[in-house]
């Protein structure tokens, strides 16, 4: 047969990794073809609803839903005492903690669900809600982690004070857990012992996830089959079938979960809420399928909230600047029960990685987690566990540190950056990084902004001011990071007891085309684009043919869902390790189609080619076909293949972020003049969607830095809880984003790739937020607490004495 | 976020709507854009039993521009005015607002009775309308009557207009010289932080009248007598633009909310109108 495509063409046909290809996903969502949860309609469909808490914190004296009852549709009210006898009025958290599902004699955050009004359509629902009454004591609201820590007020009185939580002993009625890491004595020594020490106090603020879709689901129980379906916003809908089959007691394989299509996670839909757990049981007592949706105010006021840690920090260092130790201690505010979404094993996340990007030998971190009567939560927001957090703590102290000396932020960086050849690197906190060359990815920054011109207008700019000549201040936000992502090896992640594997299974069609499905689910990330790509790349069939399908228990095998940016480094490899067991069994046919040992075929983009005989070959597509109509001696028929991936690591995604800024002293407020991302996340598999998710990232870290936050009033009130207050940013406020690459893929990921989608929130924050500090350092300023909004921006001129 | 149950009318007439409003008094509410009025009703803070939508009344909707002045419709919304080049000919302040309100999927529902009818303190027409010295008609079961803008807010959502009357249109003197309007807000579609609506009449190097509204620094907008004269008569300089400043000042009374502490705001007004004076000027 003669070939008349070339074998660029050939690669060109298949889309694989590397090419920019259009998101498959778009052609619906743009044309408002998404099927999301609240677009499912079924027969005899109910809609439930929650009566909450107007307090923060309160005894519940009696509940009356006598006037509800009466509403017309409404069909049932449940109450903590309805799902008692079920065992159902708590359920455990992903922290090892236990939560009410309904309020069990008090309530402990503003918002808490108090009752489950189910009738006949969301305005019944509502109508009820109105009318149940609910009789409450108010009792003393703690807001402050610190003064819970000192109060004689106890907020869980569920729990035995004396008895060690699930992370070990307990120093206070309302302390969580202490975690540590490092070395504490040597940490000290070497800090009471240096010849340069900075110190700084920061608060990262509460805020929250706030995805464009709310959570919600809808259970279907089918009484007759025993069979449970559950749709629903679920970033991990295999665990949560695992989760309702032991607080319910429903065989897991009666139970399907299905996510459909997710407008946006970013960590908020990874745990469990009372809602799924009450839609489940009100199926059940009605027979019939009951839904459940946030409304913008209740996602924002109860269900996972994201930061809120309080972190000190001492960084010693030589004379010049090489730093010689870090020691961080975090008093993290988890709200009124412990509902953070971590590995079991790491209670703070992988706060630990808070030695950054930096060749730091001796360092220590110690985390306390305290209840407070504010809502639970504590999950990822666009990053991997607790990232966000030890990065801006490291970025900020690299930033005080530089002050104190009296050095360049950027040339400290520089001198104290881990070397290339010191990879991979194991950190005074235990990980093991496992690739990185981040002084060609810093020169490369600076020398794209021009930094040494910046700094010297920037300098110009403060002689300006000091004559009067403007009222405008420049910032230069740097910061360098590194992400670890990939949860992650089984023998130290796990969620509730499940390995942080995850999976992909393949199966080739007769005639060459083919479905993967894995154990994620995409939530505006472009899987269904990306995972066809690598497939297409190991197994030589164009992306084109390949389905990719996700978040149907029933059908994907099992793995533990998209957050963490764990999908590509995980599922992903499992995508390219099934690929790769397809190819192996495709080399046996081929070589018995060409009549040749199976040594003697060898693979070439689309097919396999007798080596040394190019134009002999088989294609994919006539492979494909072979293993469905031929009887091949000692080869099972069909080309099917799966595989869990268990990865050996973590990955370990890096980056150089430049941004500069225009501060009017006098109103606080920022202009964002130009920013700069270079991101290397090891092998890119498409260009396009990488640029889409820097730019996200990036969107809401100016969101976090710039003003975006869950706050709460000294009686527990939320003052943030819609988006008059809590701050979303739109395209207006968006600054036009550069962005830019290196590649240093990981060396034991399948195909060298690292994730991205996180990257830019976890280095964006610090970047934005040293942008506005920066700008004010000139004039004595070392550190300022985000959300730099405009007040917060203006007080800081202000108590600088730049007002006059 | 769903509204209690209400009956909703759509009448074809002004005498309809009275009747309704007079049937049912404090339990039915005129309804123009909506964009105020259903997210209060969403979130319970307004109870609206009897829910009047004025979208079919006639004449509501016409901007008149004539030697007497301009006549802008209740019905006609923000996006009416930024797309009316006659409008923005004649008082181009009205544009340079409309543009800093909301977003402009709200602006093509929100109306301009709507807006100066709510009696917000947010809202941005009232402030400007008191700057432009206009003047609302209202009709009601006695007939028309008008009120001026700077007669109409009393506090907080509560207006010289009478429960059963309608604003039907706003008539404005046809505005000379040099114009302004600046904000300051968090994000698009945010209410201001502090707003300054400044008109100033030039004439031989020095101000000849001026007029200054200032939004959402009071429970009402705030027309700002004092802040005005201190420019009449002076060449717009340094120490005339402190003294605007100071009078403003003194005129105003801002509340904390989540935009930041009233020493802030204060700030922040200063600098707003010191900007929106200098602008006005500029053009004057
Ligand atoms: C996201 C968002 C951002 C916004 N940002 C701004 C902003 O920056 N600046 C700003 O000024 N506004 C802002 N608004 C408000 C918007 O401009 C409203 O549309 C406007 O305030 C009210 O106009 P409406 O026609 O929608 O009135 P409606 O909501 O219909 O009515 C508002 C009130 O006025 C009464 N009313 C309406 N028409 C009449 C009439 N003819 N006679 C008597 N009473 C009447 C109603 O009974 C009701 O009490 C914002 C709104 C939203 C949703």
Partial sequence: MKDEVTREERVENLKGMGCSRKRVEDARFTQGKGNYVDDIKLDGMLFGDFVRSPYAHARIKSIDTTAALDVP?????????????????????????????????????????????????????????????????????????????????????????????????????????????????????????????????????????????????????????????????????HAIRTVVSLISGIEEHNIRVISPDIGGGFGNKVGAYPGYVCSVVASIVTGKPVKWIEDRMDNLMTTAFARDYHMTGKISATKDGKITGLQCHVTADHGGFDACADPTKFPAGFMNICTGSYDIPTAYLEVDGVYTNKAPGGVSYRCSFRVTEAVYFIERMIEVLAIKLDMDAAELRRINFIKKEQFPYTAALGWEYDSGDYHTAWDKALKTVDYDGLRAEQSQRVEDFKAGRTRKLMGIGLSFFTEIVGAG???????????????????????????????????????????????????GLP?????????????????????????????GAATAMAGRKIRAKAQMIAAYLLEVHDNDVEFDVDRFVVKGAPEKFKTM?????????????????????????????????????????????????????????????????????????????????????????IAYDDMGNCKTGTLMDFFLPTAWEVPNYETDYTVTPSPHHPIGAKGVGESPHVGGVPCFSNAVQDAFR????????????????????NDLGLHG | MIPAAFEYYRPKDMASVLAILEEHGDDARVMAGGHSLIPMMKLRMADVPHLIDLQD?????????????????????????????????????????????????????????????????????????????????????????????REFYEAAYMTAREDDEVLTSVSIPPPTGGYAYEKQKRKIGDYATAAAAVQIVKGGGSCVSASIAMTNLSDTPVYSQAASDALVGTAVDDAALDAAVAAMLADIDPSEDNRGPIAFKKHVAGVILRRAIVRAWSRA
């Fill in chain 1, 489 to 539: 090896p089984v023998k130290n992640c796990d969620i509730l007891g499940l390995g942080m594997f995850d999976s992909c299974e393949i199966r080739i069609h007769p005639t060459g085309s083919a479905i993967a499905r894995l154990g994620t689910i995409s939530q505006g990330q472009g899987h269904a684009t990306t995972f066809a790509q690598i497939l297409a790349s190991e197994i």
């Fill in chain 1, 621 to 709: 597509k006539e492979i494909a076909f072979a293993a469905y109509n031929q009887a091949i001696p000692g080869i099972e028929p069909g080309l099917e293949a799966v595989s869990y991936y268990d990865p050996p690591n973590m990955t370990y995604p890096f980056g150089a972020y430049v941004c500069v800024m225009d501060i009017d002293v006098d109103t606080g407020v920022p202009e964002i003049r130009r920013f700069y991302a270079l991101d290397d996340c090891g092998t890119r598999i498409n260009p396009m969607i990488i640029e889409g998710q820097v730019h996200g990232g990036l969107t809401e870290a100016l969101a976090v830095a710039l003003g975006q936050e």
């Fill in chain 1, 543 to 571: 992306a084109d043919s390949i389905t990719i399908e996700e978040g149907d228990t029933d059908t994907a095998p099992y793995g533990l869902g998209t957050y963490g940016s764990r999908s590509t480094p995980v599922a």
């Fill in chain 1, 73 to 237: 549709g409404v069909l049932a009210v449940l109450t903590a005492a309805d799902l008692e006898p079920l065992g159902l009025h708590w359920m455990p958290t992903l922290a090892g903690d236990k939560q009410m599902v309904l309020a069990d004699g008090k309530v402990l955050f503003q918002g808490q669900e108090v009752a489950f009004v189910v009738a006949e359509d969301r305005y019944a629902a509502a109508d009820g809600i109105e009318l149940v009454e609910v009789d409450y004591e108010e009792l003393p609201v703690i807001v402050d982690p610190f003064e819970a820590l000192q109060s004689d007020v106890v907020l869980r009185e569920d729990l035995d004070p004396k008895a060690p939580g699930a992370h070990g002993p307990r120093k206070h009625h309302n302390h969580i857990f202490t975690w540590e890491a490092g070395d504490k004595e040597p940490t000290q020594e070497v800090i009471d012992n240096a010849e340069v020490v900075a110190e700084e106090s920061m608060y990262y603020h509460r805020t929250h996830p706030c995805p464009l879709e709310t959570c919600g689901c809808v259970a279907s129980m089918d009484k007759v089959n025993g069979k449970l379906t559950l749709w629903g916003t679920f970033q991990a809908p």
């Fill in chain 2, 57 to 149: 009344i006639g004449g509501m909707s016409d901007i008149v521009i004539d030697a007497d002045g301009i006549r802008i419709g209740a019905l006609v919304t923000q996006a009416d005015i930024i797309d009316d080049a006659k409008l923005t000919a004649a008082a181009p302040i009205l544009r340079e607002a409309a543009l800093q309100i909301a977003d402009p999927q709200v602006r093509y529902m929100g109306t301009v009775g709507g807006n100066v009818a709510n009696g917000d303190p947010g809202n941005d027409m009232p402030g400007l309308m008191q700057c432009l010295d206009a003047v609302f008609t209202v009709v009601g079961p006695d007939g028309e009557r008008e009120i001026p803008a």
């Fill in chain 1, 778 to 797: 000139a004039f004595g300023n070392t550190h300022t607490n985000m959300p730099h909004d405009h007040w917060r921006i203006w007080k800081t001129a």
